[in-house]
């Protein structure tokens, strides 16, 4: 079993050096993640400037760029093999609901997923790293019900765990993204010149915290597991769209 792991928090994160000492014995362990935190990159790929790729003294490969940029260099040419699983995390906060759009931590998994990898995304949900050690021990028992029992298809979880001790667990739950209200305004602020800036402002409160959604399972201290997929067709509005455009670009 070769596993890829990476985040989005950067090479020297603690999340990091948990999940790769958690899932060790699991097979061989390679580390290809960001040289600094890109948290909320999303999938963005570097297309711009030219990348690097440095190894540290534990062994782990950095790159200065993405989270994405460094699963899709690993895959594409770093490596000389190609992985059997992706893991990426463990995140310095939670990945929940539209937060998964955002999410360096998701998207590093998402880059495996597409390139038809099995990948999963570990989040401890309380930032700070308390009970770091829970979501670690989490990890491994995921991983290893995967090695144990792979899943058919196209697998991408995204796995968040409360911040509590590993006793305190109530389980764990398959989920549904849950939703949010939209974000707070945007923070206005001035730099020593003068100059106005802005500071991207606090995400919105929950909106959608049923019991089947990842917010419901984190409330009631329960491990939530969400299978994600990225087929953004609205399916049901594909009849309504195609009479709209109906009477476009035909000859008159």
């Not at 097979?27 to 790729?53: D, I, K, Q, Y």
Request: negative net charge; aromatic residues 8%; hydrophobic residues 40%.
């Amino acid at each position: 079993m070769r596993i890829l792991v990476s985040n989005d928090d950067g090479y020297n994160a603690a999340g990091l050096e948990a999940l790769v000492q958690s899932l060790k014995g699991l097979g061989e362990l390679t580390v290809v993640a960001p040289e600094t935190n890109c948290s909320g990159a999303s999938n963005s790929l570097t297309l711009n400037r030219p990348l690097s790729v440095g190894q540290a003294a534990n062994g782990f490969y950095y790159v200065n760029g993405t989270p994405s940029d460094c699963v899709h260099i690993a895959l594409t040419g770093l490596l000389d093999f190609r992985p059997d699983l992706v893991v990426s995390g463990i995140n310095n906060g939670a990945n929940m609901g539209e937060d998964t759009l955002y999410s360096g931590t998701v998207a590093a998994a998402t880059e495996a997923y597409l390139f038809g990898i099995p990948a999963i995304a570990f989040s401890l949900v309380k930032r700070g790293w308390e009970h770091l050690d829970t979501a670690a021990r989490v990890a491994r028992q995921v991983v290893e019900r995967h090695i144990e029992n792979p899943l058919v298809g196209h697998v991408l979880l995204n796995v968040n765990v409360p911040a509590v001790r590993y006793d305190a667990l109530q389980g764990i739950h398959v989920t549904r993204l849950g939703k949010r209200h939209p974000s707070e305004p945007v923070v206005k602020s001035s730099t020593p010149y003068g100059d106005t800036v802005y500071w991207i402002g606090p995400v919105g409160s929950v909106s959608d915290s049923a019991s089947d959604t990842d917010f419901g399972a984190i409330e009631q201290n329960a491990v939530s597991v969400t299978p994600l997929r990225f087929d953004l067709t609205h399916y049901e509005q594909l009849e309504q769209f195609r009479d709209w455009t109906g009477p476009l670009c035909v000859s008159r």
